[in-house]
């Protein structure tokens, strides 16, 4: 049953992949909360080790979830789950690949959904910053009521070490190009450091 | 199967396990070195012919890597040809994952292994933001998607909404609006 479940949820996740792996990190928080499969925390690490392996992000995610909630079995019916959307939705579409090139209702949908996940990977580092950057004492800290009804100054503290970290690495791989993977090592020393 | 076939689709196999295993940084780091291996060392396709596949690929749901692979595979040998491409390129971050999830579970308590998770979890904030801001540059034009960018961020921040809501309503903003839009500008050059 749980295998069931499994190839579903990730099935789900790969039905609505657009636009890369950062891109469906709300999403897949989304569905890891509902079932409670992992912390915010331990999805974060996870995405973070996908910088630094080989393969997309949302296969690795599959393959980790499946073998935490049920071992080796699940890890497959999890990578089986979100990999075969992408399977099924190609193999349709490449015999009409002409038309599907010159159609106006894919441009028009495509032209809606990219501004959706550039949004999503706002969220995604909003989600990110807040499992290292802000210390939250609320579990919902972005959530529309507690903005308006908290003291927010009691809920949201910054923690400095990662800031600092934060910053570097902006700056490093916005001006200079720093490689992801050299970006991962530098913030893992540091890290090691100054905790 | 034909020994011609077989061959062909283990073929197949071995170029995408190689790309699977050789290239980190998700998908869209895996599409540079899909063109070289297929259009310089195998010549399986021309230049032009991957820059569609591409363009194709990336505007369909599902992960881009295992998007390309099973257009290229199909391509080249059919349904087998997809399949054993998938395969290929599915198989090394799988097993990888696997023993790295074993080495993540037993020394998950180990002080020094979460200290330098804690400043990842930092360093990646700031390269999803750079990557964020990247891509908000390069597509983000027009007044419609902006708006549409801005408001699915604040109904999935703020509002706790499923991110599959709003790109099911991005899908259906985009049809309406640039439809209305196409009508509005044909008109236009009618009545002219």
Not at chain 1, 4 to 27: E, H, N, R
Not at chain 1, 64 to 73: D, I, N, R
Not at chain 2, 142 to 159: C, H, N, P, Q, Y
């Amino acid at each position: 049953m749980i295998y069931l479940i499994l190839t579903y949820v990730f099935f789900k996740i790969g039905l609505f992949s657009f636009g890369g792996g950062y891109a469906m990190i709300p999403l897949m928080q989304a569905e890891m909360e509902y079932f409670g499969w992992m912390s915010s925390t331990e999805f974060a690490d996870i995405v973070s080790v996908s910088q630094m392996t080989p393969g997309p992000i949302a296969t690795n995610t599959a393959t980790y979830v499946g073998a935490k909630v049920a071992g080796l079995l699940g890890a497959t019916s999890a990578t089986l789950g979100v990999s075969l959307p992408s399977f099924v939705i190609t193999l349709i579409i490449a015999p009409f690949f002409d038309k599907f090139k010159e159609s106006k209702i894919v441009k028009w949908i495509l032209k809606g959904i990219r501004p959706v996940t550039i949004g999503m990977i706002f969220s995604a580092v909003i989600f990110f910053a807040q499992t290292s950057i802000l210390k939250v004492q609320y579990e919902k800290l972005f959530d529309f009521l507690t903005i308006l009804f908290e003291d927010f100054s009691k809920i949201l503290q910054i923690d400095i070490p990662s800031i600092m970290i934060f910053i570097l690495i902006f700056i490093l791989s916005l001006k200079f190009k720093l490689n992801p993977i050299l970006a991962v090592f530098i913030s893992a020393l540091i890290g090691i450091f100054v905790f | 199967m034909e020994k011609k076939t077989i061959l062909e689709c283990f073929n197949i196999f071995i170029t995408f396990f190689k790309i699977g295993a050789f290239t980190i940084g998700g998908g869209y780091a895996m599409l540079p070195i899909i063109e070289k291996e297929i259009v310089q060392n195998k010549k399986w396709m021309e230049h032009n012919e991957i820059l569609d596949t591409f363009a194709i690929i990336q505007s369909i749901p599902g992960i881009i890597a295992v998007n390309a692979s099973v257009f290229i595979g199909f391509k080249r040998a059919g349904v087998k040809g997809a399949i054993f491409a998938a395969l290929g390129v599915v198989i090394p971050s799988f097993t990888i994952i696997l023993l790295v999830s074993h080495l993540l579970f037993s020394f998950k308590d180990n002080t020094y292994i979460q200290n330098a998770f804690a400043g990842v979890r930092a360093g990646v904030t700031a390269l999803i933001l750079v990557t964020a801001i990247k891509l908000a540059k390069k597509a983000l034009k027009g007044f419609l998607s902006i708006l549409i960018a801005t408001t699915s961020f604040t109904l999935i921040v703020f509002f706790n909404v499923h991110p599959v809501v709003t790109i099911l309503a991005g899908a259906i903003i985009g049809v309406i609006g640039y439809f209305l839009w196409y009508r509005h500008t044909y008109l236009k050059q009618k009545n002219m």
